[in-house]
């Protein structure tokens, strides 16, 4: 089992920065692939990020590419994602997840924190 807790959103302006955490509670963190989701008003989940239990595989939406990193600290039980030069299309409830294999399907994840909301203002 594992518990996930986002925080780091916030209102900022275009050609900010923010880092989100997102931080595991449980023993096997270090099993589970991670990923960030987000979902804006009135749509769907989106994948954004997703990075490989040991933090050697990392994947991004086309979107985000180059902007956004996703990284993940074991030690620390600590995930994040470190959004750069943040676009009004941006804005979104972005969700911190976990599963057993590195996708881009959110049904391919077990489990799902409640969410921080990231505004970005133009």
């Known amino acids: 089992q594992v518990q996930l807790v986002e925080s780091g959103g916030g209102l900022v302006q275009a050609g900010d920065s923010l880092r989100l955490s997102c931080a595991a509670s449980?023993?096997?963190?270090?099993?589970?692939?991670m990923a960030w989701f987000r979902q804006a008003p009135g749509k769907g989940y989106d994948f954004v990020a997703a990075?490989?239990?040991?933090?050697?595989?990392?994947h991004y939406a086309d979107s985000v590419k180059g902007r956004f990193t996703i990284s993940r600290d074991s030690a620390k039980n600590t995930m994040y994602l470190q959004m750069n030069n943040l676009k009004p299309g941006d804005t979104a409830v972005y969700y911190c997840?976990?599963?057993?294999?590195?996708?881009?399907?959110?049904?391919?994840?077990?489990?799902w924190g409640q969410g921080t909301q990231v505004t970005v203002s133009s």
């Open positions: 449980g023993r096997t963190f270090s099993r589970y692939y």
């Open positions: 990075i490989s239990w040991d933090g050697g595989i990392t």
């Open positions: 997840v976990a599963g057993p294999s590195i996708a881009a399907s959110r049904h391919d994840y077990n489990y």
